[in-house]
């Protein structure tokens, strides 16, 4: 199967994911979307991390092969880092600022989960 069509299928599958949290009602139980949105979020990442793996590593010479490796996996790392701490902060504003008195109800924090996703 061609590089290209596995990003393409893995994007188009990852990006169903916010839609179904967008459709999701909180009264219902999490095998409905919640689930599903959970498991077609990570598709996209987790290929485009092997694809741009192999590709850094294809790029450098043999002998430095394992370093174009490990820094592309530490930059991958920070990255994810920063997106769940940016992440979380958006979501935790978006609970705070929801005109439910319980900020840990199942409404309140479906706005943040929305927001995020």
Same mark, same amino acid.
């Not at 940016?86 to 927001?115: F, M």
């Given at each position: 199967?061609?590089?290209?069509?596995?990003?393409?299928?893995?994007?188009?599958?990852? +990006?169903?994911? *916010?839609?179904?949290?967008?459709?999701?009602? @909180?009264?219902?139980?999490?095998?409905?979307?919640?689930?599903?949105?959970?498991?077609?979020? @990570?598709? $996209? @990442?987790?290929?485009?991390?092997?694809?741009?793996?192999?590709?850094?590593?294809?790029?450098? *010479?043999?002998?430095?092969?394992?370093?174009?490796?490990?820094?592309?996996?530490?930059?991958?790392?920070?990255?994810?880092?920063?997106?769940?701490?940016?992440?979380?902060?958006?979501?935790? !504003?978006?609970?705070?600022? !929801?005109?439910?008195?319980?900020?840990? !109800?199942?409404? +309140?924090?479906? $706005?943040?989960?929305?927001?995020?996703?």
């Amino acid at each position: 199967m061609p590089v290209m069509w596995g990003v393409l299928i893995s994007s188009t599958l990852s +990006a169903i994911s *916010p839609i179904l949290m967008a459709m999701v009602d @909180p009264q219902w139980p999490y095998w409905y979307m919640a689930f599903i949105a959970q498991v077609l979020q @990570p598709l $996209s @990442p987790d290929v485009l991390f092997t694809v741009g793996l192999l590709i850094v590593s294809a790029v450098f *010479p043999s002998h430095t092969q394992a370093l174009g490796g490990a820094v592309f996996n530490t930059c991958s790392q920070l990255g994810t880092s920063i997106r769940l701490t940016i992440t979380s902060a958006i979501a935790n !504003s978006r609970t705070a600022a !929801s005109g439910d008195v319980d900020k840990a !109800s199942p409404n +309140a924090l479906i $706005s943040g989960y929305r927001a995020v996703f």
